[in-house]
Each structure stands twice: as C-alpha cells, then as structure tokens.
C-alpha cells in the first residue's frame, strides 16, 4: 500500500472498509528508525555545536566578564568611600568674639582652634552668627577680630568657608554681602 492511499484512508475511512482499514493498520512497511541511529546522530549534531564555539569567543567571553566584576567592585568601593566620609563641620554652639590678648587663650578655645585647624576640608555654617564665623576665621588664619558696631556680631548668614582660601578673598565674599563690611590691618580684622 503507497503513502497516498494511506493519507486517503486516514482523511476520508468511509469509502473504505473495515478489511482494508485494517490492513493499513497492520503495515509494517512503514521504517521506524531505531535508538542507536537516532543517538550516533543526535552526538553528531552536538559535536558540529560545539566547533562552532570558537576559543576566541571563550576568551571575550571571560574578558567582558572580568570588566564587569571589576566595575562593580570599583563602584561598591565608592560608595563604601562616600558612605564612610566624614561630613562638613558645622558649628555647634555660638561664641562670643574677645580680642585675643598675647597667649591668654582660654582651654575651650584653644580645643576649637585645634579642630578647626586639624582638617582643612570646608566648614558649611548655617544661621550662624557672624561673630561665630569670624571668631573660627581669625583663628585659623591667626588673625584678631574688632567689631566697632555691637550690632554685627549679631547678623545671621548661611556661609561656607573653605581653608585653603587665603584670607583676602574670604574677606571679600564677606564683604558682598550688604550689611558687613570687613577690612583687614595689622593682623586684625575690623567689621564696620
């Protein structure tokens, strides 16, 4: 019996009878390949995969991989670096402003003084007396604040100084503010 006539029988099994369905069941000339074929093929195929995995892909592939462990390993340190920073000092308490007399520095002070001059990373003051800000200022640059109005220790200003500034240009981000006037003589700074 040919393929046609069994893809008919199977398509239309009412113009057929019984004997001849049953003699298209019981064919056994219809080739069922066996396992062992079907596997020596199959490990054929797999070999044919595997050649085409070339060595050089192998080596892009561990190279990409070994660029992206490192990015992730030097963002992670970063972030650890950030994280663990210590931030921008800001003053705790205000102070009064005292003209410094030769070596009569008060232990309090002269603690302030160590601190501030110990890091030179900025100091960010917020609502801060000015007499507070010129007091760490003076200091740091070794320097004696006169204020001649008693009313400008008192003015309240968000500033940031840095410390690696020299003197001159602090005084003169002070000095565009409208109601602060410094000027610098003799080691010593005088608000007006």
């Not at 917020?126 to 008693?150: G, K, P, R, W």
């Amino acid at each position: 019996m040919t393929r046609e006539e069994k893809l008919r029988m199977l398509l239309h099994p009412e113009k057929y009878t019984e004997e001849q369905l049953d003699q298209m069941l019981n064919d056994d000339s219809i080739p069922t390949p066996g396992a062992e074929e079907e596997w020596q093929r199959f490990e054929r195929k797999e070999l044919r995969a595997k050649r085409r995995t070339s060595p050089l892909r192998k080596i892009a592939a561990m190279f990409i991989g070994t660029l992206l462990l490192s990015g992730i390993t030097y963002a992670a340190i970063h972030l650890w670096k950030t994280a663990n920073s210590t931030p921008s000092e800001t003053p705790s308490q205000p102070t009064t402003v005292s003209p410094v007399e030769n070596d009569t520095i008060t232990p309090a002070f002269k603690e302030r003084s160590d601190s501030v001059s110990k890091s030179m990373s900025p100091i960010v003051y917020e609502d801060t007396e000015l007499s507070t800000m010129l007091n760490d200022i003076a200091t740091h640059y070794q320097y004696e604040v006169i204020f001649q109005n008693e009313n400008s220790k008192h003015v309240r200003l968000y500033f940031t100084w840095d410390k690696t500034a020299p003197i001159e240009d602090v005084i003169g981000t002070f000095n565009k503010f409208e109601r602060i006037h410094i000027t610098q003589e003799n080691r010593q700074l005088i608000v007006k």
